[in-house]
């Protein structure tokens, strides 16, 4: 039978394993497996949009024109030797990666591409000309002459041309013709050398051939009639260079001359007296504001002392002061006599009165001196900060005067800068006038040559017809895989047990095979308990039993998101297993509003849970009995009108607690939750609530919404069992593994 796997006992670990943790509709883990499996089941549809894609590109491969290519080598010499060194006007090209792609965009321009078709006569010709070949009429062709009526399809389009003029009409086809032959010609620079690779595809090997060594013929002609031409127009110009340059240098000379006399300066640089007046003063500046920063410090210090105590005695200035310091030594000598004679004389004595009035003459005069030093120090700030002043605006006023020489050597030096400026271009242009005045044409060189011309290709490069299918059968396998994921991913059932279990966090006790048509579930684990069903059914039982620490639920709850998941055949299988085995059992039917247990059984549903409720049977007259199994059924009795009112009823826990008693075992049969509210009020009364999904039909949100009823309910969930699983289909998905083994014997057997 397999192993059994244990799960979360207790409530906070089923919280923890519900689906609240999963940050979205479950994310499936694609292993091997999974991927082997998607191709697998949709290997039809694969296969399908392999064999159209690949089908459909190799007719279109066979309808392509095939296209031969032919290719011309180019190399770019290094700058030539000349004779006269004129490099600006004849030397080589510079062979790195930016000349090669220049040279390269030249060969495939459009103005070599006109002298091409101009050259080679290709207007003339067929191939690259439209109107020279007699137009094909398509269906539309036929479709249109046969509604609009009369002429063919070359005097349509001689129609369509009669409206230009000769010339519009030569230039429109030079236009085309020159599109036709660029189409075909293809330049490729190397990277890491001095090659030049041109290309030209054409339906026939020898034009592809004769034009890819046309397209460099005139390259290198075009090179040699532009760098001529340039020689000349260099000539010219220098010609009419040189008499603007000599003009110019005269004009320069006469200009610093009059500027010279106009200013007086003989020579640039020298220092004049407005320079040395000019740092003399800056000198004594710097002097007068350091002895005004000191006076306006000591003078701050008077004032903050005056402010705060009104004794400025101890300020610098004062202290500093020798007149002060002689008075205070006098006030000392007096003072010790004053205390000696304080020992030997009496208080009115002579003597002691002298010398009180010596000391407070004393100490005005200390007074009256403090006070002219405060007074010195003010005036010698005002003096300062006069004498500061006086010497900036001199200073201001002398570096006017410097500045107004110094612009004018400025602009002196400008002016003979421009002369020595003008006279150097004058020589140098005249130099090269000379040179290429007998600069011989001769002498200019083609700075590209040919090193391979192209042959006739043997064979065709376009198309690559086995590449191209072997591509599209590679592309279409893949879109069609692409596609399968897409349609997996698109799939919101469950296939897997556990992908149910992934997604919702909650134990899956096994699952619930679907049955053909004409197989009772009831009957085949009532008279086939060894089956592959049955055994699918007990092993609902033992995985429920080894759910939880308590030993088997007494009283358990079957329920499912929505109708139609096999909920009341798998409540009706459980029951008729258990009661197999030997345990009491009772089936009560539960569903009030849509009730099918008594018709699986071909009993009546005239009396029963409704109406034992209602007080009007009595518990014992509503019990049926079925004789084969043992199993007892309680019916749903009569409809009522309010169900949800009886089930939640005191009643109905009266009765389950009875049952209890009675039997081994109470499952109770409910409606779908996201339906009613029915099975809801009864959670909270049974040991255990088990909950059907119905394999591979039943949306991932609904089973979600389901659970999240119960857990918000705190019903005690004792797993999850997948129904009506189609054991061959699900085989395909690598879920369910230990029933597939089996399943050909079952369906075998059971047939």
């Not at 979205?24 to 949709?42: N, P």
């Not at 030049?196 to 051939?209: D, K, L, N, R, T």
């Not at 006030?331 to 009496?346: G, N, V």
């Not at 006790?509 to 048509?517: A, N």
Request: net charge negative; aromatic share 6%; glycine share 6%.
């Amino acid at each position: 039978m397999g192993s059994i796997r244990q799960f979360p006992g207790s409530e906070g670990d089923r919280a923890l394993a519900s689906g609240d943790m999963l940050g979205s509709d479950g994310e499936e883990q694609l292993d091997l497996s999974y991927l082997l499996g998607v191709i697998r089941r949709r290997k039809y549809l694969i296969i399908g949009i392999a064999f159209l894609v690949t089908s459909f590109t190799a007719l279109f491969v066979s309808q392509i024109t095939p296209l031969y290519m032919a290719e011309t080598l180019l190399v770019l010499e290094e700058n030539q030797q000349n004779v006269l060194n004129i490099d600006a006007i004849t030397q080589g090209l510079r062979t790195d990666y930016y000349t090669n792609e220049t040279e390269a965009a030249v060969i495939g321009s459009r103005e070599l591409a006109v002298q091409a078709v101009e050259r080679l006569g290709l207007v003339d010709d067929p191939m690259f000309n439209p109107f020279l070949v007699p137009p094909v009429p398509g269906l539309f062709d036929q479709i249109r002459s046969w509604f609009v009526g009369g002429g063919d399809v070359e005097e349509q389009e001689e129609d369509w041309t009669a409206w230009m003029s000769e010339e519009e009409l030569r230039v429109f086809t030079l236009e085309v013709v020159t599109d036709t032959y660029l189409a075909g010609l293809s330049v490729s620079p190397s990277l890491s050398s001095r090659i030049i690779a041109v290309e030209y595809s054409s339906a026939e090997p020898a034009v592809a051939a004769r034009l890819a060594n046309a397209a460099a013929e005139i390259y290198i002609l075009d090179q040699l009639e532009t760098r001529g031409a340039a020689t000349v127009r260099a000539t010219d110009w220098l010609s009419e260079r040189v008499d603007q340059l000599r003009r110019r240098v005269i004009d320069s000379e006469q200009r610093l001359e009059k500027f010279r006399r106009a200013s007086g300066i003989v020579e640039i640089g020298r220092k004049n007296v407005y320079q040395s007046q000019l740092a003399d003063l800056s000198s004594e500046l710097i002097s007068a504001r350091t002895k005004r920063a000191e006076a306006e410090a000591q003078y701050a210090q008077l004032q903050k002392l005056e402010a705060s105590s009104g004794n400025i005695e101890s300020a610098a200035a004062v202290m500093d002061s020798r007149l002060i310091q002689k008075l205070r030594e006098q006030e000392a000598q007096l003072l010790r006599r004053i205390s000696e004679d304080k020992t030997r004389l009496r208080a009115g004595h002579p003597r002691m009165v002298l010398a009180a009035n010596e000391l407070t003459d004393l100490r005005k005069s200390i007074a009256t001196e403090i006070e002219k030093i405060a007074l010195n120090l003010g005036n010698r700030l005002e003096i300062s900060r006069v004498q500061e002043a006086n010497l900036h605006a001199e200073i201001t006023s002398l570096q006017g005067k410097v500045e107004g020489q110094a612009d004018a050597e400025v602009t002196m030096k400008a002016l003979a800068s421009e002369v020595k400026a003008n006279q150097d271009l004058y020589e140098t242009v005249l130099a090269r006038f000379k040179e290429t005045k007998v600069q011989d044409n001769e002498l200019i060189q083609a700075n590209a040559r040919v090193i391979s011309r192209a042959v006739e290709p043997g064979g065709a490069y376009y198309p690559k017809k086995k590449l191209m299918i072997l591509a599209a059968l590679f592309a279409s396998l893949a879109g069609g895989i692409a596609m399968a994921f897409v349609l997996e991913y698109l799939d919101s059932g469950f296939r897997t047990v556990e992908q149910l279990e992934g997604v919702t966090g909650w134990p899956v006790l096994g699952i619930f095979p679907y049955l053909q048509d004409g197989q009772v579930p009831y009957k085949i684990v009532r008279d086939r308990p060894t089956s592959v069903f049955g055994e699918a059914i007990r092993r609902i039982r033992t995985s429920l039993t080894l759910s939880s620490v308590y030993g088997a639920p007494k009283k358990l709850l079957i329920t499912s998101s929505v109708p139609g998941e096999g909920k009341t055949s798998a409540a009706i299988a459980l029951a008729v297993s258990a009661a197999r085995s030997g345990q009491k059992c009772v089936l009560v039917d539960c569903d009030l509003r849509h009730p099918s247990v008594h018709a699986s059984f071909g009993m009546k549903n005239v009396k029963g849970l409704s109406s034992f409720l209602a007080g009007q049977e009595k518990l014992g007259d509503v019990l049926e009995a079925d004789l084969r199994s043992g199993l007892r059924v309680l019916p749903a009795g009569p409809p009522v009108p309010h169900p949800e009112d009886l089930l939640g009823s005191q009643e109905m826990r009266d009765l389950l607690r009875r049952l209890e008693e009675l039997f081994d075992l109470v499952i109770l049969d409910t409606p779908p939750l996201l339906a009613v509210s029915d099975a809801l009020v009864l959670v909270r009364n049974v040991d255990k609530t088990i909950y059907l999904v119905r394999w591979a039909t039943t949306d991932r949100s609904a089973v979600q919404s389901g659970l999240k009823q119960l857990r918000e309910t705190s019903a005690d969930i004792g797993g999850l069992v997948l129904s009506l699983v189609d054991i061959r289909k699900s085989a395909q998905y690598g879920g369910n593994s230990s029933y597939h083994e089996n399943y050909g014997h079952y369906y075998n057997k059971e047939g």
